[in-house]
């Protein structure tokens, strides 16, 4: 016999003409009865249509978590039983992974391969949470006297967690999964690009059994729901990946009412290559580490430094690959580029690219929007790598968010260190020699919450993952992430026989 929650959320199929948002674990449609439509990047066709929060909506999500967090039975829920909720969660997007990639691709435009990727770390995020929280508890601390000291770990409450387009199920599960793990309850506003695959997710989290009113989505405008929520008095955690002068908006908004805040912001991230590293290995890491996500990626290394005895050699290989990157039908495994998310995007990125030539930098590929047999209406734009260029131009210091590198020389150790630092960001690194002694010097001296070291890859689960500087603050998909949503609290007792009369009155 099906359970109450389980009539209340019925398996939809995934791809529907409409998506409502997810309040105390009911699909319920707009008090104002607005929608919105989102599309596909790829083609520029409309997708499906979207309720459209408004703040009344929002309060009510608001009433909704704090309900489930003071009087419900989640975080009273003994560590085993929450965990094993988080690996049942895990275990229905394992049976629908094939649906979750198709939606996420029609929703970002980003490559198949990409999407695969992602999802299956969003679906590792479950599991990796559903066995670090049954670790995660306090301690007992010495004491001198007869006393007793020990800790105990609490959810911190309800949490507003705002989430960028460009890995929209990825980064739904790093603010999902160890919230929940913690007992925490949730309210997801995610980017209005990309909400679908967010909507789903808080869709599997009811049917795996997570109580009502824990996980909430409220999709609609960042600037009425997103502040609507850092304001509000019963919200007691914001954790944020975006932009960072957005997340310097939300960081003044949440210290009125002294509210928790982790933010994931921007990045600039330089890519070393040493003239003793593995030409053909960093050849194929770094355009990896740029072009990786349609270039669309916060830790993206979008400066690469070259030293000067290979620089030529380097560049004439890294370019020769950028013009063999495949732009094409995102459905397609053998495509390795997909779509920019919007038109907006598209001239933002271009006007990057055409400030560079004004400043007398090179062009040495691409440099324009790119146009796709059979998705011409798409928003597509070429993989560009720009030489000749000096620090102090636009788009070597600012992020630009797309399939966008800038290459320059560099002499030695200490230079290189001095040029990849600076910047306002701190995200990710890389680094690319043989020499383990100059790696571990160089990966030292960054200011970077993130240094590969002959290595693409940026993240995995267990892998703590965020920023120094304006890149923000706080780590993601980590054991110590679990901190970020839980309050410690100290417990201590006397014990000995004689009472207590430390002021000495008789």
């Known amino acids: ?38 599309y596909n990047p790829a083609t520029g066709e409309p997708l499906a249509t979207v309720a459209k929060a408004t703040t009344e909506d929002a309060e009510r999500a608001v009433e909704a978590a704090r309900n489930a967090f003071d009087y419900g039975k989640w975080k009273k829920f003994p560590v085993g039983k929450r965990s094993r909720t988080l690996n049942k969660i895990a275990g229905i997007m394992r049976s629908r992974f094939n649906e979750l990639v198709e939606l996420e691709v029609l929703n970002s435009g980003k490559t198949i391969a990409a999407a695969q990727g992602q999802v299956m770390q969003a679906i590792e995020d479950f599991e990796f949470y559903a066995g670090a929280i049954v670790g995660h508890k306090g301690e007992v601390n010495p004491v001198p006297g007869q006393f007793h000291n020990y800790t105990e770990k609490e959810p911190v409450g309800v949490c507003a967690q705002i989430i960028p387009w460009n890995y929209p199920m990825m980064m739904a599960a790093w603010k999902i999964a160890p919230a929940i793990a913690a007992g925490c309850s949730v309210i997801v506003k995610p980017a209005s690009l990309t909400p ?13 059994g997570v109580p009502e009113g824990v996980v909430n989505v409220l999709p609609g ?25 957005i997340g310097k908006d939300i960081m003044g908004k949440a210290s009125q009412t002294l509210k928790r805040v982790t933010l ?17 290995a960093a050849v194929d890491g770094s355009l990896f580490g740029i072009f990786y996500n349609t270039g669309q990626s916060c830790e993206a290394r979008s400066r690469m430094y070259i030293h000067e005895d290979i620089y030529d050699e380097f560049m004439e290989k890294f370019v020769a690959k950028t013009k063999r990157l495949a732009l094409g039908n995102p459905m397609d495994k053998g495509t390795h580029i997909g779509s920019i998310i919007s038109r907006d995007q598209v001239e933002s990125i271009d006007g990057y690219v055409q400030s560079a030539k004004e400043d007398g930098a090179t ?39 797309g399939p966008v590198v800038v290459a320059m020389k560099f002499s030695d150790e200490k230079e290189v260190l001095k040029l990849a630092n600076d910047s306002e960001y701190g995200l990710g690194s890389a680094i690319w020699t043989k020499d383990h002694g100059k790696a571990t010097r160089v ?12 290595c693409p890859f940026s993240a995995f689960p267990g892998t703590p993952f965020g920023g120094y500087k304006q890149s923000g603050f706080g780590r993601e998909l980590s054991t110590e992430t679990l901190d970020l949503y839980t309050e410690t609290k100290s417990i201590l007792s006397y014990y000995g026989n004689r009472p207590l009369n430390p002021l000495g009155v008789e």
């Open 363 to 401: 062009i040495l590929a691409g440099g324009q929007e790119a146009k796709v047999e059979g998705f011409e209406n798409g928003h597509w734009y070429e993989p560009t790598v720009i030489a000749d260029v000096t620090h102090d131009m636009k788009a070597v210091k600012e992020e630009i968010f």
């Open 443 to 454: 990966a030292n001296g960054i200011k970077a919450g993130i240094v590969m070291v002959n």
């Open 264 to 280: 994931e912001l921007g990045g600039k991230s330089p890519n070393i290559v040493f003239n003793d590293a593995d030409l053909d």
């Open 221 to 245: 405008s960042g600037s009425e729901i997103g502040n609507f929520l850092v304001e509000h008095k019963g919200i007691d955690k914001v954790a944020f990946t975006g932009s960072t002068p």
């Open 196 to 208: 679908l695959t967010a909507l789903v997710m808080a869709e599997i989290c009811t049917e795996a």
């Open 1 to 38: 016999m099906a359970t109450a929650q389980e009539t209340k959320m019925e398996q939809m199929a995934m791809k529907r003409d409409h998506y409502s948002m997810i309040i105390n674990g009911e699909r319920v449609d707009s008090t104002s009865g607005e929608t919105f439509t989102t």
